[in-house]
C-alpha cells in the first residue's frame, strides 16, 4: 500500500493539509515565508501531497510537472526552515491521528525533498 493509503487517502491527505497550514502560519521561522491568503497553497499543497504520497497525479495535472526546487527558489530556504517545516508536518500527522510507525516513515520520506529545498547556507 502507498503512504496515500495508508494514511486514507484524500479525506486523510485534506485533514493533514487542513491542521498542517495553521501551524506553519504560526510558525515564527517559516510563517513569514507564505502569504496571508494560504488557501491556494493549501490547494496545491494537497495536489502535491496526494501524488508525492502515492494517490493520483493531481498536482501534475492541474499545474504541470513538480519542479518542486525550482518553484521554491525565489523564497531564501535555509536547513533550519526545512527542520521547521518539518517539525509542523510531524505535529500535523501527530494530530491527525497517524500512528507512530506511518508518522515517521512519512517524515522520513518527505525530509529528502524538504532538505533538498534549501538554498540559502
Not at 12 to 33: E, H, M, W
Request: with cysteine; glycine share 8%; hydrophobic share 40%.
Amino acid at each position: 500500500m502507498t503512504i496515500y493509503e495508508n494514511l486514507g487517502g484524500e479525506e486523510a491527505v485534506r485533514a493533514l493539509v487542513s491542521v498542517f497550514y495553521p501551524k506553519v502560519q504560526k510558525d515564527p521561522i517559516i510563517g513569514p515565508l507564505f502569504p496571508e491568503d494560504i488557501y491556494p497553497v493549501m490547494e496545491k499543497q494537497f495536489m502535491f501531497l496526494t501524488q508525492f504520497f502515492g494517490g493520483p497525479g493531481l498536482y501534475t495535472q492541474q499545474v504541470g510537472p513538480p519542479m518542486m526546487r525550482a518553484r521554491h527558489l525565489p523564497f531564501p530556504i535555509t536547513d533550519v526552515h526545512a527542520d521547521a517545516w518539518l517539525r509542523c508536518m510531524g505535529e500535523a500527522l501527530t494530530e491527525i491521528g497517524v500512528e507512530e510507525t506511518l508518522r515517521t516513515f512519512t517524515l522520513n520520506r518527505l525530509s529528502g525533498p524538504a532538505h533538498h529545498f534549501v538554498n540559502t547556507p
